[in-house]
């Protein structure tokens, strides 16, 4: 019998699940958090499998595993682990494991109130508030967010032709805003998002090529962004992101809100100063800032600022066991 124990620790960012990997993460060959991916999906994909599928996990889960920096500048490097896949950018997994990891005391800042991350899509700088043990918020400057190309046309059996933005914020999205053949997600269950999804993703991927401009590791539209009404007169924007196979985020997503602050930013319609108050699905917020404008490959980009919290909820000791005809889960 082989039996492989897993000490996990577990949180809901803004509701969206995020499990750390405190114990049993495997050691990964490369001289960043890029390469370590590469090698983790090479090698020790099963784990993600087993920690995030059914039985162990559910549609939405997500996770992380914590490495030593590269650079002894930064504090810690980071493999975020997901039902979709491993992610080289998880905003609800870094504002959740960066609680986690500061209450659990898995990590000692350099600088009390800061973090330098090293992630798979660059270096992500935090800032973080307490009250005592308990971290209160979390704001990460994302690696740089911008517009790939916009007004893209997808044909979706249902609705009939979309109309689509390509943004970058850690992850390529499809931002499907109200338009005539769409009023908005408060008009539709999360059931038809999730099936149309799928479809536009997959002939999106058919037709098109995405691949970031310094890093060809990262490529192809893995999220769609569905976009609506607020519910709070307070708030921004609102959206349903689409991830994994069956899975809508329940937080505001923070590479979407990165891909849709860029998206905004490219049009003309954000500018530094003003605040995006971005509602998930479920209504949760996250406030999103421009921290600084740049450039990736020629094109406009700004460093979006995502701010949110996270709770833990608890100890979660996994077994991965090979007798079990489900040790590396199932989707249905
Ligand atoms: O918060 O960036 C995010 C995210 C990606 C997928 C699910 N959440």
Redesign the pocket.
Known sequence: MARKTFFCIDAH?CG?PVRLVAGGGPILQGSNMSEKRQHFLRDYDWIRQGLMFEPRGHDMM?GSILYPPHDPANDIGVLYI?T?GC?P?????TIGTVTIALEEGLITPKTPGQLRLETPAGLVKVSYTQEGKKVKTVKLTNVASYLETENLTVECTELGELTLDVAY???FYGIIDPQKNFAGIQDFTADKLIAWSREIRKRMNERYTFVHPENDTIRGLS?ILWAGEPLAPTSTARNA?F?GDK?I?R?P????TSARMAQWYAKGLLKPGQEFIHESYIGSIFRGTIEGETTVAGKPAILPGIEGWAMVTGLNTIFLDDEDPYVHGFQV
């Open positions: 960012t969206n997500s997901e979709s992610l950018m998880c905003g609800h997994g914020g850690g992850n999220h992101v991830y899975a985020d937080s997503c923070g590479t979407g």
